[in-house]
């Protein structure tokens, strides 16, 4: 199975920045896409930023456009989010996400396995 574990929240002023990190561990076949997903109180759980391993495309929300960076190390399995310019409005749990080699990108019934979250808060 898929294990994915994030790691690099924390509490920020607005301005600054985070990197989150999503370790994997598990079978490549279900590890053909990987997105990082956040969920705010009271929100539905949205897109943020995704790639296809194979062809290395990234893909990220409007919200987050030229702030927010996704990367991958393939030599130890792992996916990063750089967060720069963060707003009060990033805070949110953020989730490492990941699906096998058919499906969408943006819906998080696109994916098949998640991480456990971790918490960004950004104080305004």
């Known amino acids: 199975q898929v294990q994915l574990v994030e790691s690099g929240g924390g509490l920020v002023q607005a301005g600054n920045s985070l990197r989150l990190s999503c370790a994997t561990s598990?079978?490549?076949?279900?590890?053909?896409?990987m997105g990082w997903f956040r969920q705010a109180p009271g929100k539905e759980r949205e897109f943020v930023a995704a790639?296809?391993?194979?062809?290395?495309?990234?893909y990220y929300a409007d919200s987050v456009k030229g702030r927010f960076t996704i990367s991958r190390d393939n030599a130890k399995n792992a996916v990063y989010l750089q967060m720069n310019s963060l707003k009060p409005e990033d805070t949110a749990v953020y989730y490492c996400?990941?699906?096998?080699?058919?499906?969408?990108?943006?819906?998080?019934?696109?994916?098949?396995?998640w991480g456990q979250g971790t918490q960004v808060t950004v104080s305004s």
């Open positions: 996400a990941a699906r096998g080699p058919r499906g969408g990108i943006t819906n998080t019934r696109d994916y098949d396995f």
């Open positions: 598990g079978r490549t076949f279900s590890r053909y896409a």
């Open positions: 790639f296809t391993w194979s062809t290395g495309r990234t």
